[in-house]
């Protein structure tokens, strides 16, 4: 286990029947909700891809054990990364590429029962008038009712990029996405033009010593948060 705030479990789901629930999420969003991808060809009603099986696959449970979320971190290899096929990058940011070590943030997936309201988006926050109002708020009662859900995946995505000598997160996003992200003060910055991949999104990369040093200059309890669990070792910055 990676995580645990006041509402859901974070964890590493490999080599586990939660794996299996996390291809019908993203099936549910993807080709049924959503319509980005052509149901038909996920015959078993899981939507799986070639990057799977270079992927650590995380999954957030609810107090039931029901999969409320889930996202992987794509990790490098002979078949490169999802944004290489979707995405153009700028010429400078591929040079500064190859000499970084990077992960790719793919298939975030937020099931229906945990959006807000149904406004909200794929990702429960295209209305992020309530997220503000937690991100801001820095007494312990109403701010440590637990960050919202997509950030509870990004925390166990965090500490296991850095057990992992990951320095940077890649992840292609919309902008009610990027929203968020700026709430909690993530350093994303664009490194290509918006495309059109599972509707409009942005290539954006993101250094982890710079995270750091944002969320320690500006939140005390989102980076005790990040840190809580994670061995000292990766606690310092690089």
């Not at 010429?91 to 959006?115: D, F, H, M, W």
């Not at 503000?132 to 509870?152: H, Y």
């Amino acid at each position: 286990m990676l995580k645990i705030n006041h509402s859901f479990r974070t964890n590493i789901i490999d080599q586990t029947v939660l794996l299996h629930h996390s291809y019908r999420l993203r099936y549910n969003v993807y080709c049924i909700e959503r319509r980005f991808l052509e149901a038909k060809a996920y015959p078993e009603a899981m939507e799986t891809d070639l990057f799977d099986k270079y992927s650590i696959h995380f999954g957030a449970l609810d107090r039931e054990g029901n999969l409320a979320g889930a996202v992987r971190l794509v990790r490098p290899s002979a078949i490169g990364l999802p944004m290489w096929d979707a995405c153009e990058i700028f010429p400078n940011e591929l040079e500064q590429l190859r000499k970084i070590s990077c992960a790719e943030v793919s298939r975030l997936a937020i099931s229906r029962t945990y959006r807000r309201r149904s406004e909200d988006g794929l990702y429960g926050t295209d209305n992020t008038k309530d997220f503000e109002n937690i991100a801001r708020n820095n007494t312990d009662n109403e701010r440590r009712q637990g960050p919202p859900l997509v950030l509870s995946l990004y925390i166990a995505v965090y500490q296991t990029a850095k057990r992992n000598g990951v320095t940077h997160l890649l992840a292609a996003t919309e902008k009610s996405l990027q929203r968020l992200f700026r709430l909690y003060y993530f350093p994303f910055r664009p490194i290509g033009p918006e495309v059109d991949y599972f509707g409009p999104v942005t290539p954006y990369i993101m250094d982890l010593n710079e995270l750091d040093y944002e969320l320690e200059r500006h939140d005390p309890f989102l980076i005790a948060d990040f840190l809580d669990g994670l061995e000292p070792e990766f606690c310092q910055r690089t």
